[in-house]
């Protein structure tokens, strides 16, 4: 048997395959115990305008981006999904924050909190197309997903709630409470592998119509395991003709693509800001579509908030108050770049390594090529090995032979997959070695 070649022979074999691309410092592999340093740059980004693949490929332009970010030397990071860094200028501001908030203290919080917290909620409101009345804060887009299902009080006994394979695994578990609390029956389906737009919307209307009292169902816009976006739009309005709700995870969505509400077309949509907006951790928020309040009960019955409110649907109690005044300032930073530019720099850097390895044997990629159903994430799987054990394997193997962090992903029909997410402060290179390693790793059998 050939020895697995060092790392040493993998950076050069790499450099070969990268070509010109790998000319570009990586982010990772270099200093174990360094940090890079971030700087502001020569002046304000401002988004670039144009062909967006264009665009995506200006790497002076993205060059100046990544170095808006502190990032560590220890790894090359391919698992940006866990929560987004926040950029340098967003964490000069939270600093700040954090600071104002410790020095003034009840001062501040009871006089001057309350007006800052509704701007960023009118903030967050525009992001993603909504009405400031239609938006809530929450610590995440679990907390706000968990209190529109179990708050959600349209279902009785005999009824049917509905989700996906794909869905995530808390919000498998707020249904199926919901169910045994009301003595509903839960009902479940498996997305197509490979998907298209298609045979997602067949299996959809397939599950519907075996199950007519379906009253509530769960769709995840871009599920946290293989990436796919679902159509969500068209899935929802199925399910509308059929008298059911939809409630939508939209945890890795607002920020990751162009996207808006009406996009969605649901009346319940749980949403992250710390994820692809670069937020701190901890901030999410809770849509409900204006004249829908009535089908989620209030929060433990809370009397401190008019019922007529959105706001007395989610209590969290005293909240980090540095956390949500930092918003405004991550969307800025946001729209500094833009939305669309940053879809396209994200797409451009999952197919730089999706198409290097997805005619190579053994090599199952889990989301397809259509443009709408794929944006930064994307799974993969070798030899068809779905256990828990083979991916936790080939994650390690990446980690600790590679220098490349992904995280393996689990509760798939088909089988667990390893998970790859790349983001601003990723580079071609960075693909480039990801193509290379799983090349390497897939030709061992």
Known sequence: MTPNPSRRDFLRDSALLGAASLTMPTTGLGLATDDRVATDGPGPLVPLVGDLAAVARDEGYWKKVAARYRITDKVTNLEAGYFGLMAAPVLA?????????????????????????????????????????????????????????????????????MYADLDYNAMQWAMNALAQRTGARVATLDIPEPASRENILAAYAAALEAHPRTRLLLLTHCNNKTGLLLPVKEVA????????????????????????????????VGINLHKWVGAPVGAGALYIRTGRLDAIDRAHADESVSPDRIESRLHTGTTHFATFMAIPDALDFQQSIGIPQKAARLRYLRDRWVHAVRDVPGVDVLTPEDPSLTGAITGFRLHGRGSREANAALARTLFE?????????TGIANGDCVRVTPTLYNTPADADMLAAAIRNIAARG
């Open 401 to 409: 032979e590679f220098g490349i962090f992904t995280f393996q992903r």
């Open 93 to 161: 501001k939270y600093h700040e924050h954090i600071d104002r908030v410790n020095r003034e203290n009840s001062y501040f919080a009871r006089r001057e909190y309350g007006p800052m917290l509704r701007a960023a909620r009118e903030r967050v409101a525009a992001f993603v197309g909504a009405q400031p009345t239609e938006i809530t804060f929450s610590r995440g887009a679990t907390e706000a997903l968990q209190a529109l299902i179990g708050q959600y009080n349209r279902v009785r006994a005999g009824d049917t709630v």
């Open 237 to 268: 309005a199925l399910a509308r003709t059929r008298g059911v709700d939809v409630v939508v995870d939209a945890a890795h969505s607002f920020g990751q693509v162009p996207l808006t509400m009406d996009d969605l077309g649901a009346d319940f």
